[in-house]
């Protein structure tokens, strides 16, 4: 088992930066193909960015890609996402998942475990 817990959100405005925090314990976590989504009122769960486990391979969504970076460090068990300029489109909860196995997915089906999420509101 795989506990996530997940940081930083909040209201901030338009142009504003996040830095969200995923907080792992239970089994190892560099072993983990970690990723975060977000979900907005009346909207699918839909991919934002993952890391390999040696965080060498971050991808993202279009939606996001320039103005975010994934970023992990296993040491402290700890999944981040730094949001800059941010737009109201991005108001949702994020959440943290991580998968077994070496292969990325994008496919929230694909996840073991999630996080309870943190809400993000972004004003204009």
């Known amino acids: 088992q795989v506990q996530l817990v997940e940081s930083g959100g909040g209201l901030v405005q338009a142009g504003d930066s996040l830095r969200l925090s995923c907080a792992a314990s239970g089994r190892t976590f560099s072993n983990y193909y970690m990723s975060w989504f977000r979900q907005a009122p009346g909207k699918e769960r839909e991919f934002v960015a993952t890391i390999s486990w040696s965080g060498s391979t971050p991808y993202y969504a279009d939606s996001v890609k320039g103005r975010s970076t994934i970023s992990r460090d296993n040491a402290k068990n700890t999944l981040y996402l730094q949001m800059n300029s941010l737009k109201p489109e991005d108001t949702a909860v994020y959440y943290c998942?991580?998968?077994?196995?070496?292969?990325?997915?994008?496919?929230?089906?694909?996840?073991?475990?999630w996080g309870q999420g943190t809400q993000v509101t972004v004003t204009s």
């Open positions: 998942a991580a998968k077994s196995g070496p292969i990325r997915s994008y496919d929230s089906r694909s996840y073991n475990y």
